[in-house]
């Protein structure tokens, strides 16, 4: 790449920054960190496959169920959302909107949408 051809990516880079909304700044920097960490993209996963998705919480919500009570947490990667259900559990310690971490398991489908139930996790320390 010659010094010219430089120039103008970051001029292009920088012009992005200054137009792009924050949500697609914010999406853009989780497709990054997700690409580091080596995880699958949320977009690319299937039905089946054996995961590891790196990304932010957006919700955590307790849901009281007659027979069986449920945590779900939608964990965002910047190219879509995985939820996360806890079967049985009412609260996890650091499971809260804003965390980062990693979730490991079997993506499932419910309801069209992406599922991994009882998911190993490590959660990022926070930033």
Not at 43 to 57: A, H, N
Not at 84 to 108: C, M
């Amino acid at each position: 790449m010659t010094t010219d051809e430089g120039s103008r990516v970051s001029l292009r880079r920088l012009l992005h920054r200054f137009t792009a909304s924050e949500a697609e700044i914010e999406a853009q920097e989780l497709r990054r960190e997700s690409a580091e960490s080596g995880g699958t993209p949320a977009g690319q996963c299937m039905r089946g496959q054996l995961v590891s998705v790196t990304g932010r919480l957006r919700t955590v919500v307790y849901t009281p169920r007659i027979n069986l009570p449920t945590l779900e947490a939608d964990l965002y990667d910047g190219s879509d959302v995985v939820t996360l259900v806890w079967l049985g559990r009412r609260h996890i310690a650091g499971i809260e909107p804003g965390r980062h971490l990693t979730a490991r398991g079997r993506v499932a489908v419910r309801d069209e949408r992406k599922v991994i139930y009882n998911p190993y996790y490590e959660l990022e320390s926070p930033k």
